[in-house]
T-cell receptor
């Protein structure tokens, strides 16, 4: 079983839609959680950290459920520019970050 | 802005060649990492370093070695390249300490071993 699992998608949604991705992790000792965004043929970039209480950044909301060992990312009012692959990242410490394989999102006009 | 620079964007090598992938960061970060990214597998950690001349194995170190002679530079070496090392290689850096430190990635090197 992979340490960090994501639905690979692709998720194809129209502009303005709300879309949600989940990610499950296997190690209960995980301490930190992140969502990274990766555009086609580009490097991953941090989208947002995920805090225990949940956090929001504009149209993006991230939540953590430690009991069930999953994190989620909700994107409201999808834009064409949101089209990318979203990587779930789980960390035990600063030097041990585990990446999911990514969920591909395509937002269509 | 932090800049992580990888020396080549695309590289084509032959089986058995020795390959050097160079990575330089300009923000005085202690930690540096080498990942490879393959479709369906995500990013997998090859080696990381938290200080000059220090190195630690990641999940898939076989067939690779690294060198960190200076804080800003972290090199990945393929001693004898094989076709299964064809992949996208990503270098990253982060500052020391904390549990919510952001990884800064280079733009990647797409290596093809023929």
């Amino acid at each position: 079983r992979k340490e960090v699992e994501q639905d690979p998608g692709p998720f194809n949604v129209p502009e303005g839609a709300t879309v949600a991705f989940n990610c499950t992790y296997s190690n209960s000792a995980s301490q930190s959680f992140f969502w990274y965004r990766q555009d086609c043929r580009k490097e991953p970039k941090l989208l947002m950290s995920v805090y225990s209480s949940g956090n929001e950044d504009g149209r993006f909301t991230a939540q953590l459920n430690r009991a069930s060992q999953y994190i989620s990312l909700l994107i409201r009012d999808s834009k064409l520019s949101d089209s990318a692959t979203y990587l779930c990242v789980v960390s035990y410490n600063n030097n041990d970050m585990r990446f999911g394989a990514g969920t591909r999102l395509t937002v269509k006009p | 802005d932090v800049k992580v620079t990888q020396s080549s964007r695309y590289l084509v090598k032959r089986t058995g060649e020795k390959v050097f992938l160079e990575c330089v960061q300009d923000m005085d970060h202690e930690n540096m990492f080498w990942y490879r990214q393959d479709p369906g597998l995500g990013l997998r950690l090859i080696y990381f370093s938290y200080d000059v001349k220090m190195k630690e194995k990641g999940d898939i170190p076989e067939g690779y070695s690294v060198s960190r002679e200076k804080k800003e530079r972290f090199s990945l070496i393929l001693e004898s390249a094989s076709t299964n090392q064809t992949s996208m290689y990503l270098c990253a850096s982060s500052p020391w300490g904390g549990t919510n430190e952001k990884l800064f990635f280079g733009s990647g090197t797409q290596l093809s071993v023929l």
